[in-house]
């Protein structure tokens, strides 16, 4: 590995500035990753905000103008904005230029992106693996991709001192870094990221439909495990639908995987089968382990919550 000895990159473009490309800013100013940070946001309301924060050296109103002379542009906005994104930003790239993303899904990503890349500007898209259920440029926050992996899906014949650049300025953010097929990728995320929200989404709303249990008592109770769905059914509903949206296949895919596994567990309760409940949960435990072995999450109890107060 080489000892850096300036920024990773002169000017750095950030398409959207909420959670993500907020936290991006915060992160390469922490590490003197680029000289300069130009943000976009498509609302007053939010470049305002984001030029208060000053987390970004300018925020502009044209992404057009926030890209000029960026040997980095990575989009920030939710998916299903990618397209025009790419398409408006396409005639002011800079020649040499790398331009990336944070979406949540590859294929797509790739589908709706690429054509619209000029020659001489490398595309290489990314997914930091890291994120909250909050969003704004309030949200983001210098440590968020700290021990997270990044992965980085390039496409074939991608320039690798590009590729090598990009490893770098997320390393520098604070990340792991590793490469991967997009198609891959979707399906990956789809079990480990987008089925659980899935899974969040309609629990919540079960339990919000359910008429024998009033709303006062699924709130009043919640600690029961239900809270811990809830966080994450508060993500972001624009994000989550185009994720849906963009990874149907492989959603759909582990979706029909995990019917089938909750079939037998509903058999297994219905007929009494009590070693097969117990095998699997024991198993479930043993994953749990490796997670926090892996530093993915920490031991604490009660997922860290209420340190001081005793359990009821
Ligand atoms: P966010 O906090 O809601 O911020 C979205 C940003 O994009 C805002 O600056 C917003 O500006 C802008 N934007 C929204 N719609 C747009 C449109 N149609 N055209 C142009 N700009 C638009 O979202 P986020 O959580 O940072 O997510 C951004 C990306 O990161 C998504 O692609 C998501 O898949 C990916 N990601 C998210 C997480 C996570 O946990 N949240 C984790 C990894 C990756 P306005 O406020 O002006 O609308």
């Not at 959670?19 to 000289?35: P, Q, T, Y």
């Not at 997270?148 to 590009?162: N, V």
């Not at 309760?269 to 072995?293: C, H, N, P, Q, S």
């Amino acid at each position: 590995m080489t000892t850096r000895t300036g920024p990773v990159f002169t000017k750095v473009a950030l398409l959207g500035v909420g959670l993500i490309g907020a936290s991006m800013a915060h992160a390469m100013r922490r590490g003197s990753l680029a000289a300069h940070i130009a943000g976009y946001a498509r609302s007053p309301e939010t470049r305002k905000r984001a030029a208060d924060l000053g987390f970004c050296h300018a925020m502009h109103d044209d992404p057009r103008a926030a890209v000029r002379d960026a040997d980095l542009v990575a989009l920030c906005a939710p998916v299903g904005a990618f397209a025009s994104l790419a398409e408006t930003i396409a005639p002011a790239l800079k020649p040499g230029a790398i331009l990336t993303d944070v979406g949540s899904v590859k294929m797509a990503v790739i589908r709706d992106v690429g054509p619209h890349v000029p020659n001489g500007v490398h595309f290489i898209p990314g997914h930091p693996i890291a994120g909250t259920e909050h969003s704004g440029p309030d949200a983001g926050f210098p440590e968020l991709f700290d021990g997270r992996w990044c992965i980085l899906t390039p496409l074939e014949g991608a320039d690798e001192t590009a590729v090598e650049q990009l490893k770098e300025l997320w390393r520098g953010c604070g990340s792991r870094v590793e490469t991967m097929e997009p198609k891959h990728h979707d399906l990956v995320l789809a079990i480990t990221s987008h089925l659980p929200h899935l899974i969040a989404y309609n629990i919540v709303g079960t339990a919000s439909d359910l008429e024998q249990v009033t709303q006062g008592e699924v709130i009043k109770f919640s600690a029961g495990g239900f809270r811990d769905f809830t966080r994450i059914a508060a993500s972001d509903p624009t994000m989550w639908r185009d994720v849906f949206l963009n990874n149907r296949e492989a959603v759909l895919e582990v979706l029909g995987r995990f019917s089938e596994d909750l079939s037998r567990l509903q058999r297994a309760i219905r007929w009494g089968e009590g070693d097969a409940l117990f095998d699997l949960f024991t198993k479930t435990r043993a994953i749990r382990r490796e997670v926090i072995d892996a530093g993915q999450d920490t031991a604490a109890v009660n997922f860290g919550r209420n340190p001081a107060k005793p359990r009821s």
